[in-house]
Each structure stands twice: as structure tokens, then as C-alpha cells.
């Protein structure tokens, strides 16, 4: 069964730093395009950023220029796992954060959780940030 499971989400204060990580099973992620995306409260779901597979871009990502600067996006192919560094966090970020993966190079170029194009998705990780 292909499973995507995401943590590290919390609490933190504006200006800190969190790390999420998103651990696949069932599957590898080396073929894969993996995004990040979230929801905050009443607001349609939007993409954070994405990376390609180790195949295809050798590393390519894409930002969401509220997050450029602020977030990183990597992979660690020996843990088969993504993880999305988000330091100087703001109360905007606040949000449920989600990570889903597709094999479809194309997810990388805008980066939209509408994509029919994503094919497994985890079931998110609360992150709040707040005095």
C-alpha cells in the first residue's frame, strides 16, 4: 500500500523554525515529484513547494513566493523521505501542511495541489504559529 505520512508540524513562535518531514512506505520516492501543500482555516488548499524526481530535474524546486527565502525543500533518497525546513515562521504560515507525490514531471512547474497528476497523498500535520 503506498502511504505518505507526514510530522514535525506544532506549535512555534513567530520567527522560529520548524522542520516537517514526509516518510513514504509502500513505495519509493526516487521517481517521484513530491509537493508540499497546506491549508490554513476557510482557505482553499495551496502549494508550498515541490521537488522533482531524482530521475528526471536532478533537484529541481519550486517556491511559493511568500515562502521563498524562508522555506527549503530537500530529499534524503536513504530514508525515502522529503522534508520541508520552514524557518522565520509567520502567522500566515499557520496552516495544516501536507505532502503528496506524483510521477507526472509536470506537478513541479506550478506546483498546484489541483493537480490530477498527484497520486498519493498523506494526511497532514498541524502547524500554528503564535505568540
Known amino acids: 500500500q503506498l502511504q505518505l505520512v507526514e510530522s514535525g508540524g506544532g506549535l512555534v513562535q513567530p520567527g522560529g523554525s520548524l522542520r516537517l518531514s514526509c516518510a513514504a512506505s509502500g513505495f519509493s520516492l526516487d521517481d517521484y515529484v513530491i509537493g508540499w501543500f497546506r491549508q490554513a482555516p476557510g482557505k482553499e488548499r495551496e502549494g508550498v513547494s515541490c521537488i522533482s524526481s531524482i530521475s528526471s530535474s536532478r533537484g529541481s524546486t519550486n517556491y511559493q513566493n511568500s515562502v521563498k527565502g524562508r522555506f527549503t525543500i530537500s530529499r534524503d533518497n536513504a530514508k525515502n523521505t522529503v522534508y520541508l525546513q520552514m524557518s522565520s515562521l509567520k502567522p500566515e504560515d499557520t496552516a495544516i501542511y501536507y505532502c503528496?507525490?506524483?510521477?507526472?514531471?509536470?506537478?513541479?512547474?506550478?506546483?498546484?495541489?489541483?493537480?490530477?497528476?498527484?497520486?498519493?497523498w498523506g494526511q497532514g500535520t498541524p502547524v500554528t504559529v503564535s505568540s
Open positions: 503528496a507525490a506524483g510521477t507526472e514531471i509536470a506537478i513541479i512547474f506550478d506546483c498546484d495541489p489541483r493537480s490530477a497528476y498527484l497520486e498519493v
